[in-house]
């Protein structure tokens, strides 16, 4: 098993050094191969055949959702087409297979707007009515924050990332790195969210010019999806709102609400910085509303007269 660790542990170097995947993705790679190792009773790499693999799947799905066996065997699979490159192996077993299975489709969860509006007015009323300059500051940059998950769908890992640099506040754009390193500039499209960031931008000042991040605590050091999420609960309980809000719920909100307003999916899928269409396209089951409105507008049944 030695073997088959060390070929795996050559293939993760070669993930980062010449793919330039992000630590994120490899952090995942890691520990999908670690348990495929750990979990398959062969001693070399040639002994894996579709049987060994078979096995493995089976007991993936004994633990495991669609949904996560399907990126776990990715893992793997990504594993033997490097073998399969480096002529590791005779024959990748992963040909000879057949690995498609059901997956549920599990609808996006969304804010409703009228909550969204609800939050972003008790965060604006903290800073109104902070008592002290230390509160006052910290709700100048929770505005900040919120206003941009909102207004752009950018994930919380991109939205912490933002280097002082990517942030343009005088052509209000953004400069996002995705998945993949992958770019992507968004407008800010609303004056409100222009004057959020603004008003953060200057009270943090020092605190971004030191660490070069963009949204930052009060200690200088770079804001963590944690922080963000202790952000939102705190203000959804000041809001007595009942709904358990994500940072990514900020994201399927954006995506929604513009599928509702007949935005073109393929300018959604651009700002979302989705890969595929395909990614994209689990918006259009969660358009409820724009679908009541066009049944209820535009059906012929409507204009009978019985």
Request: glycine share 2%.
């Amino acid at each position: 098993m030695d073997n088959l660790e060390t070929l795996t542990e050559h293939y993760l170097d070669y993930c980062k050094n010449q793919k330039r995947l992000d630590r994120k993705t490899l952090k995942a790679y890691r520990i999908d191969l670690n348990q495929f190792i750990g979990s398959i009773s062969v001693s070399s790499l040639s002994e894996i055949d579709v049987a060994v693999l078979e096995d493995y799947i089976s007991s993936l799905h004994h633990h495991y959702k669609a949904k996560t066996v399907k990126r776990k065997l990715a893992s793997v699979k990504a594993l033997f087409h490097y073998f399969e490159y480096r002529d590791l192996v005779d024959k990748n077993p992963f040909n000879k297979m057949q690995l498609k299975f059901r997956e549920p489709i599990t609808l996006p969860r969304i804010i409703p707007l009228h909550t969204v509006e609800t939050l972003l007015s008790t965060i604006y009323r903290q800073c109104r009515e902070a008592p002290t300059t230390f509160q006052r500051k910290n709700a100048l940059r929770d505005a900040a924050v919120i206003e941009l998950l909102f207004a752009t769908g950018i994930r919380i890992s991109e939205l912490c990332s933002l280097k002082k640099e990517d942030v343009n506040l005088q052509d209000q754009s953004i400069l996002i790195y995705g998945k993949g390193d992958k770019e992507r500039r968004l407008q800010i499209g609303n004056e409100d969210v222009m004057h959020a960031l603004e008003n953060y931008k200057r009270e943090f000042l020092p605190q971004i010019q030191e660490n070069n991040f963009f949204f930052v605590n009060q200690d200088g050091r770079a804001l963590s999806d944690q922080c963000v999420r202790r952000m939102i609960n705190k203000y959804t309980s000041l809001a007595a709102i009942e709904l358990h809000i994500t940072p990514h719920m900020f994201r399927h909100t954006f995506a929604t609400s513009l599928l509702e307003a007949d935005v073109d999916i393929r300018y959604i899928q651009e700002m979302l910085g989705h890969s595929s269409i395909n990614i994209t396209e689990i918006y259009t089951h969660v358009a409820i509303s724009k679908q009541r409105n066009i049944l209820t507008e535009k059906h012929p049944r409507k204009n009978f007269h019985i």
